[in-house]
């Protein structure tokens, strides 16, 4: 990794894998900031390597040139603070990664029901994801929850509907934390023009707002759930003794 300006052209082009007269593309579009020039030769640097990795990364997620540049602009050019805030977003929730079974490996934790069509339904909910091979790929902790409920006698395709009921009142919880977030943090912070001494806050603000979103959800859901028992089984605790004073 280059610490100062020592890399010719043609070593910066190695070092990132772009080709230099994508190099000199950029620089002439003023996203890559110039060389250091001796003896009429330009050196590059660790500034300029981190540009065209940050460069490359958003051209693979989409964004076209034009776009890059308002990004760089809306910083003051400094990549490292767009780098660190597409960092934060970036991050993995959670420290659980996604697994790979067969399908004789799902109808073995789950049993007969796992049929190829509740392996398709499963696929249309999302909770599992096909891969080329014919194998699927899901949380190992969702395959355990739908162990668990079918064991206890609950129909697998019923657990699948109320996944999916969760699923979408979950990503109506998140869109409220986002819009929270950015109505209250991002825009004024926008609006201010991207204050560079504001960055560190802002990026530390999405690195948190997940677990605070997460630990909030859990605590007004078991508050929730808890009613919710207690109405049921009053509900049903009635019945019971209403049938029994009738008899």
């Not at 560190?200 to 909030?216: D, F, G, N, Y």
Request: with cysteine.
């Amino acid at each position: 990794m280059p610490t100062a300006n020592d890399l010719t052209i043609e070593q910066l082009a190695a070092e990132s894998g772009m080709t230099v007269r994508n190099i000199r593309a950029h620089r002439a579009r003023g996203i890559l900031p110039a060389p250091e020039v001796r003896e009429r030769i330009g050196y590059y640097g660790f500034e300029h390597l981190a540009r065209l990795r940050l460069i490359a990364q958003m051209q693979e997620e989409g964004f076209n040139l034009k776009a890059i540049e308002r990004l760089l602009e809306g910083t003051d050019g400094r990549p490292e603070q767009l780098l660190s805030l597409r960092e934060a977003v970036n991050t993995p929730f959670e420290d659980e990664q996604a697994a790979v079974f067969t399908a004789g490996e799902l109808v073995e934790r789950l049993g007969e029901q796992a049929d190829d069509e509740t392996l398709a339904l499963a696929v249309r909910l999302g909770v599992l994801t096909p891969l080329e091979d014919g194998r699927y790929q899901t949380m190992p902790s969702l395959l355990d929850m739908a162990a668990e409920v079918v064991a206890r006698g609950v129909p697998l395709r019923h657990a699948l509907a109320v996944d999916a009921k969760v699923r979408k009142q979950c990503e109506i919880v998140a869109r409220e934390f986002v819009k929270l977030f950015l109505e209250d943090l991002w825009e004024p912070f926008a609006n201010a023009g991207y204050p560079a001494e504001r960055w560190a806050e802002v990026t530390e603000s999405i690195e948190r707002l997940r677990p605070l979103s997460s630990r909030a959800l859990l605590v007004v859901y078991q508050m929730t759930m808890s009613r919710e028992v207690e109405a049921a089984f009053g509900r049903e605790l009635a019945r019971m003794t209403g049938g029994a004073s009738g008899q």
